[in-house]
C-alpha cells in the first residue's frame, strides 16, 4: 500500500498523529518524568505499568509485555487488522491517504458521500422508532427492550414511499441514495423509492464502526420475511458478518466468535451474555468470511438452526473453513430449534453447556453421518464405516485421526487396526500405533552465549547488592568493559544509583527510556529464577577470560595477514595475562 512517490502508509500515518493523543481517547493516561503512564487496558492490574514513551512514539507494558506504536495499540484494542487500523486513524484524523490507494477508485472519498447518507439513514430510522409504537410493540414480544435496541441501533421504516427519500435526496442527491441501497427506481427509471417500508430496521456496521447497510424484518407472516441492502461499493454480503462490530470487543478472555444464521440469533445471543455471536447476511458462508473471522478469532463455533437445512448448512460451512479457522466445532440444538429459540425454551446455563460441550468437526460430520444409518443391519454398518473411514482421511491432525479410530473400534466392535488401514492406506505401518508416530517437539529455550549470560548476572548482582557493594568492588563492576547489549544498561544504571540509594522497579518503568527500562525489568525476572548467591569474582575472571580470548583469536588473524613485532608483542602480552588470570581462578576454586 505506497503512494505514487513510494511512501510507506503506516509511516506516513505514524509521522500525522501522536501517540499520546491516539491513546488517551482510550485510557487515562498521567505524566511520568519523561513519559506516560497508565493502567494497561490488555490485563487487569493494581500498579499502572503501561508506560507510554513520547519520545519515541512507543507504548511497552511491563506487566504483560504487550509493546507497539499507535497503529499497534488500535489493532489491539479495536480488534483490527493492520489496514482497518491504519484507515480508522486516517478517519479519526482527518489524514488524506488516498494517494496511497492508486487505481482503487472505490475509496476514500469517493466512499465518503456513501458512508455519510447510510449514517443519516441509520440515525433517521433509529429516532423514528421511537414513536413507531407497531414496531416498539413486537419487538416487545420478542424480549427487545430499548437497552438493546440502543446497543444495536435498530430502528424502523414507516410503511411509507418516499420517508428516507425526501429526507436525504436534498442533501445528497438522487445517485447517491441509489448507490447506497436505500432507494430503486420505479419502472419509469425515474422515480425513487424507498427500498425499506414497513420494516424493523437492522443496521450493518463494520468493524471500523461504520454503517455499511441494512437488514429489513417484517413485523408479520408477508414475504420476503428478510430483506437486505444491494452490494454497493461499501457493501459485500460475502465479506461483512452481521454483529461482529460488537463480538470483536468481546475477545480478550476467550478469542471465539460464534456464528449464527440470522440478525435475531445474533441478538438473542448478545442478550444472555452470549456476546462473542455473528451472523452471515442472507448468504451461504465464504472463504472470505472465514479469513475475515480469522483476523479476530483462533476457534469458530459453527451455531446454525438444527433443521435439516442448517445441518446442511453447518456441512458446508465446516467445507469452506477447513484450511482456513484450525479450530471449528459444533454446536446441536436439536428440536428444529435456532438460538433464540433454544435459549427461550431452556435459558442461558442450558446454552452455556452446548457451548462447553462443542463437537469438533470431525465429530459432527461422524454423527450427522450415523443418522443415514440403522448400524444393526450389517450392510448399513459396513457402508457407514466405509463413508466415515472417508472423513477420517481428511484429519490432518494425528492425535484427533488417532481419537476417531479408536471411537469407530469401540463403537462398531470393529478392530482399530482395519480402520487405520483404511485411514491411512499408503501410509499405514503396522510397526506404528496410529496418532502417537509423531515426535513431539521438546520446549527449548535457545540458551543466550555464554559471556551475555555472565554479564546478565553481574548487572542483576550488581542491581541487588548496591548497597553492600564496596567501593572497589563497585568501581570493579562499573568500570567493566561489557559486551554491546549489556554495556548501555550498565551505564544507565551507574548513573541511575549516584542518585538513588536501591533499585525501584516503577521508578525505573516510569523515568527509564524505555527500552532500557524493557531490558532491565526482563533481566530482574529472569534472575529471579537464578541462584541466590554467586561468586562474582569468578564471574568476572570468566568474561575477561572470554574478552582475551577473542582479542587473542583476532590477533592470531592480524598475524597470518601481517606478522610483524608489535602485533607479536601484544600477542604475548595478553597470553600472560589470560595465563595469570587462568591460575587465578583455578586456585580460588
Known amino acids: 500500500m505506497q503512494n505514487n512517490s513510494g511512501g510507506n502508509i503506516f509511516e506516513y500515518i505514524l509521522d500525522q498523529v501522536n501517540i499520546v493523543d491516539v491513546l488517551s481517547h482510550y485510557i487515562h493516561l498521567e505524566r511520568a518524568g519523561r513519559n506516560h503512564k497508565a493502567l494497561c487496558p490488555f490485563h487487569n492490574e493494581k500498579t499502572a505499568s503501561f508506560i507510554i514513551s513520547e519520545d519515541k512514539q512507543l507504548f511497552h507494558c511491563f506487566g504483560c509485555g504487550v509493546a507497539g506504536n499507535a497503529i499497534n495499540f488500535i489493532m489491539q484494542y479495536e480488534n483490527l487488522d493492520y489496514i482497518d487500523a491504519v484507515e480508522l486513524l486516517a478517519d479519526r484524523y482527518h489524514i488524506d491517504i488516498s494517494a496511497f490507494k ?40 420478542r424480549g427487545i427492550g430499548f437497552d438493546v435496541i440502543k446497543q444495536f441501533g435498530l430502528g424502523y421504516a414507516n ?28 419502472k419509469d ?27 429489513g424484518r417484517v413485523m408479520d ?21 452481521y454483529g461482529l462490530n460488537l463480538a470483536k470487543n468481546n ?64 456441512l458446508r460451512s465446516l467445507d469452506v473453513l477447513e484450511g482456513i ?82 471411537h469407530l473400534s469401540r463403537d462398531l466392535n470393529i478392530n482399530a487396526e482395519l480402520i487405520a488401514r483404511e485411514a491411512y492406506q499408503e501410509q499405514y505401518d503396522e510397526r506404528i500405533r496410529y496418532g502417537f508416530t509423531g515426535s513431539q517437539k521438546k520446549a527449548s529455550n535457545q540458551p543466550k552465549d555464554r559471556k551475555t549470560v555472565l554479564e546478565q548476572q553481574m548487572l542483576t548482582y550488581y542491581i541487588k547488592n548496591i548497597g553492600e557493594l564496596l567501593a572497589e568492588q563497585r568501581q570493579l563492576i562499573e568500570m567493566f568493559q561489557y559486551s554491546g547489549s549489556i554495556q548501555p544498561l550498565m551505564d544507565y544504571l551507574s548513573s541511575y544509583f549516584k542518585t538513588h540509594e536501591v533499585f525501584s522497579r516503577q521508578d525505573i518503568i516510569e523515568n527509564a527510556d524505555i527500552e532500557i527500562a524493557r531490558q532491565l525489568i526482563e533481566l530482574l525476572d529472569l534472575s529471579e ?58 586456585l580460588k576454586r
Open 189 to 215: 427509471q425515474k422515480r425513487l423509492y424507498d427500498r425499506f417500508r414497513n420494516r424493523i430496521i437492522f443496521p450493518i456496521i463494520n468493524p471500523k464502526g461504520k454503517v455499511v447497510g441494512f437488514g
Open 529 to 586: 529464577q537464578a541462584p541466590e548467591h554467586i561468586d562474582i569474582e569468578h564471574i568476572m575472571n570468566l568474561v575477561l577470560l572470554m574478552n582475551l580470548d577473542e582479542k587473542i583469536e583476532k590477533l592470531n588473524a592480524d598475524m597470518a595477514q601481517n606478522p610483524d613485532q608489535a602485533t607479536k608483542a601484544k600477542w604475548q602480552s595478553l597470553i600472560l595475562k589470560r595465563n595469570q588470570i587462568k591460575r587465578q581462578t583455578q
Open 159 to 186: 410503511d411509507a414511499w418516499q420517508d428516507v427519500t425526501n429526507l436525504l435526496v436534498g442533501k445528497y442527491g438522487a445517485d447517491t441514495l441509489e448507490k447506497a441501497g436505500l432507494a430503486t427506481r420505479g
Open 325 to 406: 479457522i484450525d479450530k471449528i466445532k459444533v454446536i446441536k440444538l436439536g428440536e428444529n430449534l435456532d438460538p433464540d429459540e433454544y435459549i427461550k425454551k431452556y435459558g442461558v446455563e442450558r446454552m452455556q453447556a452446548k457451548l462447553d460441550q462443542a463437537m469438533s468437526s470431525t465429530e459432527y460430520r461422524l454423527e450427522n453421518l450415523k443418522q443415514d444409518y440403522n448400524l444393526g443391519d450389517e450392510t448399513q454398518k459396513i457402508e457407514y464405516i466405509s463413508k466415515a473411514v472417508k472423513i477420517l482421511k481428511g484429519v490432518s491432525n494425528e492425535f484427533e485421526k488417532n481419537l476417531y479410530i479408536e
Open 251 to 314: 475477545l480478550a478472555d476467550k478469542k471465539r466468535l460464534i456464528i449464527t444464521e440470522g440478525y435475531m440469533d445474533v441478538i438473542a445471543m448478545h442478550m444472555n451474555g452470549f456476546n462473542q455471536a455473528v451472523a452471515t447476511l442472507g448468504t451461504a458462508l465464504t472463504k472470505e468470511h472465514g479469513r475475515l473471522m480469522k483476523r479476530y478469532a483462533e476457534e469458530i463455533i459453527i451455531c446454525y438452526d438444527s433443521d435439516f437445512a442448517g445441518q446442511k448448512a453447518t
Open 102 to 141: 492508486k487505481g482503487d477508485k472505490k475509496n476514500t472519498g469517493n466512499l465518503t458521500g456513501l458512508y455519510d447518507i447510510l449514517r443519516d439513514a441509520a440515525i433517521y430510522y433509529y429516532k423514528n422508532l421511537r414513536t413507531a409504537q407497531s414496531a416498539l410493540s413486537y419487538l416487545d414480544r
Open 221 to 241: 407472516d408477508s414475504l420476503p420475511k428478510y430483506l437486505n441492502s444491494p452490494e454497493t461499493d461499501v457493501f459485500n454480503k460475502s465479506q461483512t458478518l
